[in-house]
RNA sequence: CGGGGUGUGGCGCAGGCCGGUUAGCGCGUCUGGUUUGGGACCAGAAGGCCGAAGGUUCGAAUCCUUUCACCCCGACCA
């Protein structure tokens, strides 16, 4: 492609709004363009990356006894309102205003799901992986970061139906193992976590990604190789525990003390004897969370403990009637209404705790929560913190943001149930087929592979995703003959042999073409220039490595064996 | 949905508090010339109802009201 005549809009500046370096790289290197918050159109050069990025994930997909689907974007509400997601959507699923009953479809496993069940109707049928790579739809009331949270994305989305929970592994490993593929061929450097399957229930899922300080997810990961969104992360923390002697429960006055700190500081307590209390409406019943003083409630574990996510904090009258307390003074003995209390492990069986009296400025000292407490249940609520050690070998924990790049997920039967989709197994005895999902960001994965491979030049494309092969250069072209003529040479000869050309045959400075290479970021410049083009017996060029900014002399002769060599590779 | 910010030639910005002939600057574009191995230089030119609507005023990019759009933080995120 003749650079003359190719639009490939770069910018030496860009808007104050793009804070990512992929964000801003994508717009000046003329990738694409913003057209209203959170939708963007795909310029030529971005598009052909995109598409690189897509015939990758089919490649792989294909491999791994994947079948393509084309589903459509539009979808009847009917279908949505089966499975209670159009309601559990909510705002996030755009609705046609002149056409009712007619969505845009944030994703497809309703569809998958009702196409499947048309003719699955047998074991024999059974294993059976779809897949679709298109545009999905959603209303996020807020976008950012560019392309990576956008309304209108492109997302590979896989489904697989097996007839058991053993052969759903079975597939799950299969695309666990073809995601890690792909992401090789991208050149994503990734890891993986142990997701939240949330209040969707399911049977475990996890998450593929990519560490960068922009990134909308939180992880806990350790140098032994321990990594889990902070959503589910456990530390090895040690619990409690018990003391000797610990006499009857006994009350005290705590004025002004209104934090676990103040009692510290104030009242003299060791801070891991607090325990603190946190009331919530659960599904609109008040429930009282026991935790180790200064730890953090995570509510994604609350999640999945209660199974629901109709989970809010109790108001301060709410407080106060529930419990004779406000907030600070609330404990686990002598509430005002019996409900229903939980603990966090760490709190399990242990005493000589300190915990509010439900009494304003006034504290329980002594407490067993094995004697005195009624302690429904103990499991694990809290968010662990930097620097515990992990459970694998006590590794110390870091915290760090990442994009959630693809999420694989073990769905068991909520949708085949919802929809009605079973099969017949040899027996002849009925049973929801058992699905999984897997989903990947092809956005995301183009912003992921420049995040990953930039300088302050411009962008560094790897050879897969790369728009075109190399960047010819042709210097001074309008005014010299000759390098005009072994431009036209050269690119009509990489051409033939199947390599992807983008020729820079501009009149233009040569600093102004150098610069503009480097930001378009081609893995290779072939530089032509009358200097060089008089050395050796049929004249010289030089070729560039973006990458590594090595350059080296090469003969006219040479330059097509020597890219073909490197494609084959 | 809460909090903050920004809308001025194609792009990036200044001007605004303190209203006053013709609204600036850089980049880009066009014409001519000079240059040429890291975003060249000179000369000339085109291109704007200052986001929109209303108001105050003799007079509004500037002050007031309303509204829309975009960005950031938070809430939310199958």
Redesign the pocket.
């Known amino acids: 492609m003749k650079q003359s005549s190719y639009y490939i809009p770069?910018?030496?500046?860009?808007?104050?709004?793009a804070?990512m370096t992929s964000h801003k790289l994508m717009l000046?290197a003329g990738l694409m363009r913003?057209l209203?918050?959170?939708i963007f159109s795909w310029l030529p050069s971005g598009y052909k990356v995109l598409k690189k990025i897509m015939d990758i994930l089919r490649e792989e997909m294909d491999k791994s006894t994947g079948q393509e689907f084309m589903l459509p974007a539009l979808n009847p509400v009917e279908i949505w309102d089966k499975t209670g997601?159009s309601k559990?959507?909510g705002d996030?699923m755009f609705h046609i205003k002149n056409r009712e009953g007619l969505v845009l479809a944030?994703?497809h496993e309703e569809i998958i799901t009702y196409h499947a069940k048309q003719h699955i109707s047998s074991y024999k049928d059974l294993p059976q992986i779809w897949y679709q790579i298109q545009s999905?739809f959603?209303n996020?009331?807020?976008?950012?970061?560019g392309v990576m949270?956008g309304r209108q994305f492109f997302?590979k989305d896989a489904y697989s139906m097996d007839t058991s929970y053993e052969n759903l592994g079975k597939s799950y490993d299969k695309m666990a193992a073809t995601y890690k593929r792909i992401f090789d061929r991208c050149g994503i450097k990734y890891f993986v976590v142990g997701a939240s399957s949330?209040a969707?229930g399911g049977g475990g899922s996890q998450e593929f990604m990519v560490e960068n300080a922009?990134g909308?997810d939180t992880c806990a990961v350790s140098d032994s190789g321990y990594a889990a969104n902070i959503e589910i992360a456990t530390s090895a923390v040690k619990s409690v525990g018990r003391i000797e002697n610990n006499p009857q429960y006994e009350i005290f006055d705590t004025p002004n003390a209104r934090t676990i700190n103040d009692l510290i500081n104030k009242y003299n307590v060791q801070e891991e004897r607090c325990a603190k209390s946190l009331v919530y409406i659960i599904e609109g019943e008040p429930v009282l969370i026991l935790m180790r003083g200064n730890d953090e409630l995570n509510?994604s574990k609350m999640e999945s403990v209660f199974e629901t996510?109709n989970i809010r904090p109790a108001g301060d009258s709410e407080l106060l009637e529930i419990t004779g307390a406000n907030a600070g003074s609330i404990g686990p003995l002598n509430l005002k209404s019996e409900i229903k209390i939980y603990a966090d492990n760490l709190l399990k069986d242990a005493n000589g705790l300190v915990s509010g009296a439900n009494q304003n400025g006034r504290h329980y000292k002594n407490i067993d929560l094995s004697r005195d407490a009624k302690i429904l249940k103990y499991k694990d609520f809290r968010t662990v913190q930097v620097g515990e050690p992990d459970v694998i070998d006590g590794s110390p924990l870091r915290i760090v943001n990442a994009i959630e790049l693809g999420?694989i997920f073990k769905l068991g039967t909520k949708y085949s149930e919802a929809l009605d989709f079973k099969f017949l197994d040899q027996n002849g005895k009925t049973h929801p087929v058992v699905m999984g999902s897997y989903?990947i960001g092809v956005e995301r994965m183009m912003a992921c592979h420049i995040e990953q491979h930039s300088d302050d030049?411009g962008i560094v494309w790897g050879k897969t995703l790369a728009p075109f092969d190399l960047h010819l250069i042709g210097?001074?072209i309008?005014?010299s003959e000759n390098v005009r003529n072994a431009c036209d040479k050269i690119y009509n000869d990489l051409k033939e042999n199947g390599l992807d050309v983008l020729y820079d045959d501009r009149k233009a400075?040569?600093?102004?073409k150098?610069?503009?290479?480097?930001?378009i970021g081609l893995p290779y410049q072939i530089?032509v220039?009358?200097?060089?083009l008089g050395n050796g017996k049929g004249g010289e060029v030089?070729l560039?490595n973006r990458r590594t900014g090595e350059?080296k002399s090469i003969e006219l002769g040479e330059i097509v064996n020597y890219f073909k060599a490197i494609s084959e590779n």
């Open positions: 770069t910018l030496k500046d860009v808007t104050s709004d804070q000046r913003p209203a918050a959170g997601r559990a959507m996030v944030p994703t999905k959603r996020e009331p807020r976008p950012r970061s949270r997302m949330g969707m922009f909308e509510l996510s999420h989903g030049k210097l001074n309008h005014k400075s040569i600093g102004f150098f610069k503009d290479a480097d930001l530089v220039g009358d200097r060089m030089e560039k350059s």
